[in-house]
């Protein structure tokens, strides 16, 4: 899993460092993505030559990930100085105020496992990884059917995360449920689904969507055998992530994904590294 995370992490400074140049240098357009509130324009994000902030955010998630997995063993300020750092360039620069709050979740569980909670990690992250497993996919449905049923509460909870409860509930009424899926074209605002849980139900299916969440418990379960601390976090993390993005279900952005499918057919992949809390 080293191996991985290390060129993962080569790989997405490498290609983050290019991007920007392009852009910097007016080879690859940097748009402008206005936020806004209500109908106004209150505040100007730029892409930096990536599809969208959101997608430059992604790849800077990544790298804290990699970092995390990497220098479990060896963690310390310099490494949570780090994470901060990129805490700021998310938040300062591109405004992402998912990839964020992640980073400071990712921040708070890697300390509490590291220094508070030690040895017992392992028994408060499986726990909080199988809530989290049910809660995630939960929370995003739960609140789009009372979203449809005109709930101020979770009107509110739309509001706060860009209109993704708004834009999924529109897109599963527009969509008829399918056990293999949908065409699913992004052509209209009211369709981007920019949630994993949606994403994959409306456009891979009901039997995909129920797969998919088996292989991530199956995932869960073989990371707390084999007591492996820092990749139980990053799945656990990753799973909030995509209530609020879909770039967890895609590869080059969610490297978890390598690791676990490589993970069936070499079950001791996650002992290798020897990087369990112990």
Same mark, same amino acid.
């Given at each position: ?141 739960? !609140? ?78 073989? !990371? ?50 020897? !990087?369990?809390?112990?």
């Amino acid at each position: 899993m080293n191996k991985i995370a290390k060129f993962v992490l080569i790989f997405s400074i490498i290609y983050i460092f290019v991007i920007v140049c392009l852009s910097g240098l007016g080879i690859i357009e940097n748009k402008l993505y206005p936020r806004y509130e209500g109908s106004m324009p209150v505040l100007a994000r730029f892409s930096y030559g990536f599809a969208n902030p959101n997608a430059l955010a992604a790849f800077l998630f990544q790298i804290a990930c990699c970092l995390v997995y990497l220098k479990w063993n060896h963690w310390n300020i310099m490494e949570n100085f780090l994470i901060l750092l990129l805490f700021w360039v998310i938040y300062s620069f591109l405004n992402c105020r998912t990839v964020s709050i992640l980073i400071m979740l990712l921040l708070i569980l890697v300390n509490l496992c590291k220094y508070k909670l030690k040895d017992k990690s392992i028994i408060f992250l499986k726990y909080f990884s199988l809530f989290s497993l049910i809660f995630c996919p939960f929370f995003s449905f739960l !609140t789009v059917i009372l979203y449809g049923k005109a709930n101020s509460s979770a009107a509110l909870i739309s509001d706060l995360l860009s209109h993704r409860i708004r834009n999924l509930f529109f897109s599963l009424n527009y969509y008829d449920i399918s056990i293999f899926g949908n065409i699913y074209h992004r052509h209209k605002d009211f369709l981007i689904v920019d949630n994993a849980y949606g994403n994959i139900f409306i456009h891979f299916g009901v039997l995909v969507f129920i797969l998919y969440m088996v292989l991530y418990l199956i995932a869960i379960n073989y !990371t707390i055998k084999f007591k492996n601390v820092p990749f139980l976090i990053l799945l656990t993390v990753y799973l909030y992530y995509g209530i609020m993005e879909g770039y967890i279900i895609n590869p080059y952005s969610n490297f978890t994904i390598f690791i676990f499918s490589i993970m069936f057919y070499n079950r001791n992949l996650l002992t290798s590294d020897k !990087t369990e809390c112990m």
